[in-house]
């Protein structure tokens, strides 16, 4: 058993490491109430865009055409990992690269050899990790987490609109973690490039309104601005997940430092009292023995 010097001073350590792991869960706390606002708050609209797109690509029918939508033959993909810069979130970062790895090398190894698979990732973490693996890291844009808002987000999106546009790239797949509440995120997978609409299930054989522009013209007006909204989405929802799985994990370490704390006190109040009876019992045998 160690002495009491060294339980004293490793008590002393994991209450500094307690106070610690207690303010950044409040930290993460303040923050995940922001970043929650702002995704219920886009996720309405999100989805409202997205229907409206369905119902006029109804109505277009073939009459669409945007190199957006422009499916080719994957010769050259992108794939965008969206993470966090900073650690101390339980498996956040690695639960969505190891996503991201695992869909590159089942579905698009001939790709993959051939050195025609980037990634394009958003935030420290992912990038070490895949870079840790041996991949091809295209670029990293971490900075976007630094300053996330509609336009630095937005400037992105449509950084790699144009290059699909331009062939740079034939597929861009966007991996995020998606939330749910704090304690619960989805590593989620998004088609990004080329934009895939559904069109409305039912069908309006006699609709009360006509449109100018034509449908077609509409629907190829909507598709950046749906392709912005939905990167920005993704943006925030990684956010959210990242402050949500933060506090959790700093929850977590505080009950544990609370648990150790208490067994290092018991262990430590055993040593002193088992310190205490040798003291008695060598007084006890030293007055008897001089008794005699």
Same mark, same amino acid.
């Given at each position: 058993m160690a002495n009491l010097k060294e339980i004293r001073t490793r008590i002393a350590s994991v209450k500094n490491t307690r106070q610690v792991t207690s303010a950044m869960k409040m930290v993460s706390a303040a923050k995940l109430r922001k970043a929650q606002d702002a995704i219920i708050k886009i996720r309405p609209y999100t989805d409202?865009?997205?229907?409206?797109?369905?119902?006029?690509?109804?109505?277009?029918?073939d009459d669409i055409s945007s190199a957006l939508i422009e499916e080719r033959e994957v010769n050259k993909l992108l794939v965008v990992v969206f993470s966090s810069n900073k650690?101390?979130?339980?498996?956040?970062? +690695?639960?969505?690269? &190891?996503? *991201?790895?695992?869909?590159?090398?089942?579905?698009?190894?001939? /790709?993959?050899?051939?050195?025609?698979?980037?990634?394009?990732?958003?935030?420290?973490?992912?990038?070490?990790?895949i870079r840790r693996e041996g991949f091809s890291v295209w670029r990293n844009a971490d900075d976007l987490?630094?300053?996330?808002?509609?336009?630095?987000?937005?400037?992105?999106?449509?950084?790699?609109?144009?290059?699909?546009?331009?062939?740079?790239?034939?597929?861009?797949?966007?991996? +995020?973690?998606?939330? &749910?509440? *704090?304690?619960?995120?989805?590593?989620?997978?998004?088609?990004? /490039?080329?934009v895939k609409i559904e069109e409305d299930s039912e069908k309006h054989s006699d609709p009360n309104y006509l449109m100018?522009?034509?449908?077609?013209?509409?629907?190829?007006?909507?598709?950046?601005?749906?392709l912005q909204i939905s990167f920005h989405s993704a943006m925030l929802d990684s956010l959210a997940s990242e402050h949500g799985a933060r506090m959790t994990a700093m929850h977590k370490a505080t009950d544990n430092a609370s648990d150790l704390i208490n067994e290092l006190t018991l262990n430590y109040n055993k040593a002193r009292q088992a310190a205490i009876t040798n003291e008695i019992t060598e007084i006890v045998s030293g007055a008897n023995a001089l008794g005699k």
């Amino acid at each position: 058993m160690a002495n009491l010097k060294e339980i004293r001073t490793r008590i002393a350590s994991v209450k500094n490491t307690r106070q610690v792991t207690s303010a950044m869960k409040m930290v993460s706390a303040a923050k995940l109430r922001k970043a929650q606002d702002a995704i219920i708050k886009i996720r309405p609209y999100t989805d409202q865009l997205h229907k409206v797109a369905a119902e006029i690509s109804s109505a277009a029918g073939d009459d669409i055409s945007s190199a957006l939508i422009e499916e080719r033959e994957v010769n050259k993909l992108l794939v965008v990992v969206f993470s966090s810069n900073k650690g101390l979130c339980g498996a956040f970062n +690695y639960k969505i690269a &190891k996503a *991201a790895i695992t869909f590159v090398k089942e579905q698009y190894q001939n /790709l993959l050899k051939a050195g025609k698979v980037q990634f394009l990732t958003i935030g420290k973490k992912a990038d070490e990790i895949i870079r840790r693996e041996g991949f091809s890291v295209w670029r990293n844009a971490d900075d976007l987490l630094e300053n996330a808002n509609f336009a630095n987000s937005s400037e992105l999106s449509g950084d790699l609109m144009q290059r699909f546009t331009n062939q740079e790239f034939d597929r861009v797949v966007v991996f +995020y973690n998606a939330f &749910k509440n *704090a304690g619960v995120q989805y590593a989620t997978r998004e088609d990004f /490039l080329p934009v895939k609409i559904e069109e409305d299930s039912e069908k309006h054989s006699d609709p009360n309104y006509l449109m100018e522009p034509s449908a077609g013209e509409i629907i190829q007006d909507l598709m950046p601005r749906i392709l912005q909204i939905s990167f920005h989405s993704a943006m925030l929802d990684s956010l959210a997940s990242e402050h949500g799985a933060r506090m959790t994990a700093m929850h977590k370490a505080t009950d544990n430092a609370s648990d150790l704390i208490n067994e290092l006190t018991l262990n430590y109040n055993k040593a002193r009292q088992a310190a205490i009876t040798n003291e008695i019992t060598e007084i006890v045998s030293g007055a008897n023995a001089l008794g005699k």
